[in-house]
């Protein structure tokens, strides 16, 4: 079974500061893709970056980049120049290629941006 | 493309009372899904369509539950003889599946169930 664990219940960040949202997972498969997503409060999950498992290169979107350590199993988040916009609860999710299924998700990390 | 749209936002419903939910995907996709989501826990994976079959359904799905997507658009979730535990957001999502590669998933608003 996959399991993905974020350590992070809630962090805090200055606007325009940067921070790392982590995230660890556990497989036995090698080809997977992984994502973050993002909830703002009463509003709906979207994508925010994608990482395919196969590619040694980390994903960015902008202000997003991840650091993809397949060999540990991990896979952060990390938001540049944080804005409040950012706020939000974040999710790690997995999903074994192929399968064109089901997410498997963390529990999320709370996100807030302040002034 | 007006996004996947779940109806109703907010649903409150006795414990015993059948309730059903209703996803509209965005028009051109093929594949939908709903999970469910319990305060502060991520999302967990219901059971998903593609087209009209019902290819896979969790083990969470109990036998109270049912799910259709009659003609591959909308879908509908049922839920009879509701129970406190089954209080949740209930999250629609759709892609657009080519064999076994999927675009990324697009999410609905969801359903909030409070069972009383």
Known sequence: ??????????????????VTLSCTYDTSENNYYLFWYKQP????????????????QNATENRFSVNFQK???????????????????YFCAFIIT????????GTGTRLQVTL | DTGVSQD??????????????????????NRLYWYRQTLGQGPEFLTYFQ????????????????????KGSFSTLEIQRTE????????????????????PLHFGNGTRLTVT
């Open chain 1, 1 to 18: 079974a996959q399991t993905v664990t974020q350590s992070q219940p809630e962090m805090s960040v200055q606007e325009a500061e940067t």
């Open chain 1, 41 to 56: 409060p009463s509003r709906q999950m979207i994508l925010v970056i994608r990482q395919e498992a196969y590619k040694q």
């Open chain 1, 71 to 89: 060999a540990a199993k991990s896979f952060s988040l990390k938001i540049s120049d944080s804005q409040l916009g950012d706020t939000a609860m």
């Open chain 1, 98 to 105: 192929g399968t064109a299924s089901k997410l498997t998700f």
């Open chain 2, 8 to 29: 109703p936002r907010h649903k409150i419903t006795k414990r015993g009372q059948n309730v059903t939910f209703r996803c509209d995907p965005i028009s051109e996709h």
């Open chain 2, 51 to 70: 087209n009209e079959a019902q290819l896979e359904k969790s083990r969470l799905l109990s036998d109270r539950f049912s799910a259709e997507r009659p």
């Open chain 2, 84 to 103: 406190q535990g089954d209080s949740a957001m209930y999250l629609c999502a759709s892609s657009l599946g080519v064999g076994s590669m999927d675009s």
